[in-house]
């Protein structure tokens, strides 16, 4: 199985996980949608990016500040499950080919939003645990 590309469908908090929100996305093309479950911080993070206010983003900054990367460096933001957990990564064009690096989900998109890069999430990921609406 491939990788599928997903869009932000909404960030909402958790019923009955004060401390997490629940991050949704969408499949582009489908009426699949993938719950996952992310820090407040890291909610934070990924609704200033979608709402424009990268200025207030400094977890990004230092994210591609440690990485020696700039924004036009951004291939995707990868969500995949290793073992049980969700987990992400970023794809970097770079020094002398693409390389990926494991961070936090909401870090991983905001840094996609921001580049305008394409979300990608394993396609196994959604038959484990997406939910298809009708139409």
């Known amino acids: 199985m491939g990788e599928v590309q997903c869009a932000v469908d909404s960030i909402r908090v958790a019923e009955g ?62 969500v995949y499950l290793d073992e049980s957990a969700f987990h992400a990564k970023v794809l970097l064009s770079g020094h002398p080919s693409p390389y990926e690096v494991s961070c936090p989900i909401g870090l991983a998109l905001a840094i996609a939003v921001r580049a305008r890069a394409p979300i990608l999430v394993d396609e196994s990921l959604f038959d484990r645990a997406g939910v298809r609406l009708s139409s």
Request: hydrophobic content about 35%; cysteine-free; proline content about 5%.
């Open 17 to 78: 996980r004060p401390q997490e929100l629940t991050l949704i996305l969408k499949q582009k093309g489908e009426n699949t949608y993938l719950p996952v479950w992310i820090s407040q911080h890291q909610g934070q993070i990924l609704a200033n990016e979608l709402n424009g206010k990268p200025d207030n983003a400094k977890d990004v900054d230092a994210f591609l500040g440690e990485n020696n990367a700039t924004d036009s460096e951004i291939i995707a933001g990868i």
